[in-house]
């Protein structure tokens, strides 16, 4: 196999866990697809997924991190 098929498998998994993270109170699904879409673009060398989405994409993460945890603390 090559580097972008097992990056798209690992990629693959990592969305896949992070869907479910989304539903789970203890996995962190956000910063999993956030992994996710960090490695896919590291493999691919930035060209599917540029730095300006990567960062919109990490924006929103860390609010929905940081939402769960304020509102766990309620």
């Known amino acids: 196999m090559d580097t972008h098929t097992v990056a798209a498998i690992v990629v693959a998994i990592l969305f896949l866990a992070g869907l479910v993270g989304s539903v789970v109170p203890w996995m962190p699904g956000p910063l ?17 997924l540029g730095v300006g989405r990567l960062a919109i994409l990490a924006a929103l993460a860390l609010v929905s991190f940081l939402l769960n945890f304020v509102v766990g603390a309620i």
Do not use: E, H, P
Request: without cysteine.
């Open 32 to 48: 999993l697809i956030l992994a996710g879409a960090l490695l896919w673009a590291i493999v691919t060398d930035f060209t599917t």
